[in-house]
């Protein structure tokens, strides 16, 4: 047996068995990501583990073919590059994805900074829970998430980005592609000085995404919830915000390293969130650009849950 492979190592020059090797390196690069992207997210004590573990295993697979016909490493490589360039096409999962992935893995678990935000919320959540006003009634009657424009515009642009993720972080990556289109397109509008006017969601979809914080946050909030997200708003001195339910520590940890992963440019160096009692939201305010971005101020008066 020995002998047989002592044969076959003498088969190859050193420049073959180079250039095999560097095929082998490439090869192994684009298919780790392409592989996470089918597993599950896994966190053990706070680090991200899943790329490590798709690494592990495109490289036993390497080694496989390596050990079975090494030659087989060059349609293995063509065959990568090909499905990525195909991909590049379609608009799915290509070359900018694997680099965008690595960046995620280590920001995620080097870069990024978690910020929980030390309020009223995170302390005393009761103590605004029940409070009512003007605002708070106003804004919770426009709040509908059963309209079927709301729902219609909500799975349309759900379906815009990150489709390609989809099988790693499922109804997340619904979620975050309807902020995207929302936030990149919602335009700031004053209301009147001599009146607070509320817009039904329908209504700032109607007027192509225009309006104030309240209209902004009530939009935000019944899209998401038409497709089986948990939001809440929250109104500080002199604005209001729409905030997603991540879960527990677990599934937050997921939904951090998905933004990481989904909103590359800029970096995202910290997320910001409000946890009590192992429950945690991530604030989607559209002055953010990605969710999680920081707060405007810690000045809490009330929290309509929904």
């Known amino acids: 047996m020995h002998s047989i492979m002592a044969i076959d190592e003498s088969r190859y020059t050193a420049t073959q068995k180079l250039l095999l090797n560097i095929l082998s390196l490439l090869t192994l690069l684009p298919l780790a990501p392409y592989i996470n992207r089918f597993v599950p997210p896994l966190v053990a004590n706070g680090w991200h583990i899943d790329l490590v573990l798709s690494v592990v295993v495109s490289c036993l697979l390497v080694f496989i073919l390596r050990w079975v016909f090494r030659p087989l490493i060059i349609p293995a490589f063509l065959l990568v590059c090909g ?55 106003g804004m919770r009657e426009k709040i509908n998430y059963r309209d079927s424009v709301v729902r219609n515009f909500s799975v349309k642009h759900s379906l815009d980005y990150y489709d390609e993720y989809f099988y790693k972080y499922g109804k997340v990556t619904r979620f975050l592609s309807l902020f995207r289109f929302i936030n990149s397109r919602f335009k700031y509008v004053l209301d009147s000085r001599r009146d607070e006017y509320f817009a039904t969601p329908q209504e700032t979809i109607q007027n192509g995404l225009g309006g104030d914080c309240d209209d902004h946050s009530i939009l935000m909030t019944s899209c998401l919830q038409s497709i089986g997200a948990r939001c809440r708003i929250v109104l500080i001195k002199g604005h209001a915000y729409p905030e997603l339910y991540c879960g527990n520590e677990d599934e937050f940890e997921v939904m951090k390293q998905a933004i990481i992963t989904l909103f590359p440019r800029p970096v995202v160096r910290e997320i910001y969130y409000h946890e009590l009692k192992g429950e945690y939201w991530i604030n989607l305010d559209y002055t953010a650009r990605h969710p999680g971005g920081p707060y405007m101020n810690d000045k809490v008066y009330a929290l309509i849950e929904l």
């Open 83 to 137: 499905l990525l360039l195909i991909n590049r096409y379609t608009h799915r999962y290509t070359f900018s994805n694997v680099i965008n992935d690595y960046k995620g893995m280590v920001q995620g678990n080097w870069g990024a900074k978690d910020s929980k935000q030390l309020d009223i919320l995170s302390l005393y959540p009761k103590r605004v829970e029940s409070y009512r006003d003007k605002t708070v009634r």
